[in-house]
């Protein structure tokens, strides 16, 4: 037996013996992983040579065990089920219900948006009526007549004959067949266009003629030492057409119809500087802000000064209103005082706190008539106050209710939004709608907002993408002007026009070079003059001639125009 195990064929032997051992505890050993340690046989994905060990214990070779894994099924190609799909969605028809676009994101657009609005209307009525057409009528179904209800029951009776086939005239045929269809030379089926007869007639209808303004300034002045300060008030355009312009210790005069320009006063000798100025409604009176707290006022048609107020404020003034013979004036010492010019003292009637920072805003209702009761005024704490000086107070309890500063009736405002962001300059009332109000904030805010003075709600609000410097509403059409200033994102220092109340934009006019601060319109209500930190003055045709009324027109019958 020795002699057989040191042969030849007993080393193969043994060797083949020592192999099935050791092959049987590696193939049922777990693996192991070699940087996380952890087994990757009881993993849920199985081992492509993952092996078990019989339960006899013989040591030979384990059989391999049959995993199950999941199958899959795969077509030739994936056919999307349109039984659930909206075509109104597939085509892009859906309405504009989605979240709005952050007003930080939102951009002034451009003068070309009213025209891409009307084409892209246009473009969605024809493809709602090329995709999703209207079903044709069909014929009704014919009713079986409802039986007569009789006493007695009729006896069942022979139907009479008729004929299977009838053969009529095409003349008494209905004229709904083909056959009369066709004979329509206006038929569909003659027409040579791609489109429906329905978005035919849409595209050969007269389309809305827009309006154009001129995108350049007719008239540049030159305005050295314009100051570039958003608080102050520096242009404003009488009733007899003539614009008075602050120029730091002077005020000049330009007289429209003949282009003179005059100097109405100079206060470099006492170290002031102009912060304000504001006409009278009907007349040549100008008052005078300045830096020191002074308030003068002026006759235009003289040169001369009428009054001066020494201590009008403890700060500087940057606005002024006038109503009728009232003249408002706001400081930076966040008072508002009221004076009547008809009267000799120089202290005032009134005086309103409503802001606890300076005053930077203000406007009358109305061209100072009897109904002009009402008074904006916004300042840099980004408040709005209504005021009402003929002495009615609403109740104090109220979301916006300002009656927190007291006193007398008269002295707390009307009504308070707080609803701006930033410094709040722009105040414009509505001359075509009773009671409305538009204000515009600064940097921060960037917002036209709509207020119903009446209610104290806010009725719309329009992000522009910029500071809004200035608003005024056109006398001859339901639009509005806003200058704007600084901008993160949009092109900066343009004049914006816009129709209300929809809020489209009707054009954009650009040409200077810093922030519009100033802004005022003329007497016809067809130009606006605007002033920039660039120390120029630009004229614009923004509006159309105001059209006259059937009894504004001449009558034949009206003999007083022949007299000479």
């Not at 006896?155 to 299977?164: A, E, I, M, N, V």
């Not at 630009?538 to 000479?564: C, G, M, Q, T, V």
Request: glycine residues 8%; positive net charge.
């Amino acid at each position: 037996m020795s002699g057989l195990k040191n042969s030849p064929f007993g080393k193969r032997l043994r060797a083949s013996h020592q192999d099935k051992d050791d092959d049987a505890p590696r193939r049922t050993r777990p693996r192991v992983g070699p940087v996380f340690g952890l087994s990757l046989a009881s993993a849920s994905t199985p081992s492509l040579d993952s092996w078990t060990a019989t339960s006899d214990g013989s040591g030979g070779p384990a059989s391999p065990v049959d995993v199950p894994r999941m199958s899959r099924e795969y077509g030739d190609r994936f056919v999307p089920s349109r039984d659930t799909g909206d075509i109104r969605t597939s085509y892009q028809l859906m309405d504009d219900g989605g979240p709005s676009t952050p007003a930080k994101n939102r951009i002034i657009p451009s003068e070309s948006d009213a025209l891409k609005e009307q084409a892209n209307a246009i473009f969605t009525s024809i493809l709602h009526t090329e995709v999703t057409p209207p079903s044709p009528r069909r014929p009704v179904s014919p009713t079986r007549p409802a039986p007569i209800a009789s006493s007695s029951t009729a006896p069942p009776s022979t139907p009479t004959r008729r004929r299977l086939f009838t053969y009529n005239s095409p003349s008494t045929s209905n004229p709904g067949t083909p056959t009369r269809r066709l004979d329509t030379p206006t038929d569909e089926a003659y027409s040579m266009s791609p489109v429906r007869a329905e978005s035919r007639q849409l595209l050969e209808s007269p389309r809305r003629k827009l309006r154009s303004v001129c995108k350049t300034p007719y008239r540049v002045l030159d305005a050295p030492e314009l100051a570039d300060d958003f608080y102050l008030n520096l242009v404003d355009w009488s009733s007899t057409n003539v614009l008075g312009v602050g120029l730091g210790a002077c005020v000049y005069l330009w007289t429209a119809h003949n282009a003179a320009v005059s100097k109405l006063c100079d206060l470099a000798d006492t170290g002031d500087t102009i912060s304000s100025v504001s006409w009278v409604q009907k007349g040549t009176t100008l008052a005078v802000g300045t830096l020191s707290g002074r308030m003068h006022i002026y006759d235009a048609n003289t040169l001369q000064i009428q009054r001066t107020y020494q201590h009008a404020h403890a700060h500087r003034i940057g606005a002024l209103a006038w109503n009728a013979h009232v003249l408002s004036s706001g400081s930076r010492d966040r008072m508002v005082h009221h004076r009547d010019v008809r009267e000799a003292t120089t202290r005032p009637f009134k005086r309103c706190l409503g802001h606890r920072q300076e005053v930077c805003g203000l406007k009358w209702s109305g061209d100072g008539g009897p109904g002009s009761a009402s008074l904006a005024s916004g300042g840099n704490d980004n408040k709005v106050c209504i005021w009402d000086l003929r002495g009615s107070r609403r109740a104090a309890s109220g979301a916006s209710s300002g009656s927190e500063d007291g006193g007398a009736p008269g002295d707390a405002p009307l009504w308070k939004f707080h609803e701006h962001t930033a410094a709040v300059k722009a105040l414009a009332w509505d001359p075509h709608l009773s009671g409305v109000l538009a204000t515009g904030g600064g940097t921060t805010d960037k917002h036209i907002r709509f207020w119903n003075v009446i209610n104290g709600t806010m009725l719309n609000e329009l992000p522009t993408g910029s500071q809004v410097c200035n608003l005024v509403w056109s006398l001859t059409s339901h639009e509005l002007v806003s200058t704007h200033g600084f901008s993160s994102e949009t092109a900066q220092n343009q004049i914006c026009i816009w129709k209300y109340p929809t809020l489209n934009m009707v054009a954009s006019l650009t040409g200077h070079t810093h922030r519009v601060l100033y802004l005022a319109m003329s007497p016809d209500g067809e130009t606006i003059v605007t002033g920039a930190g660039d120390e120029t003055l630009r004229f614009w045709n923004a509006f159309p001639k105001k059209e006259k009324n059937e009894r504004e027109k001449e009558s034949r019958l009206d003999y007083a125009r022949l007299i000479r």
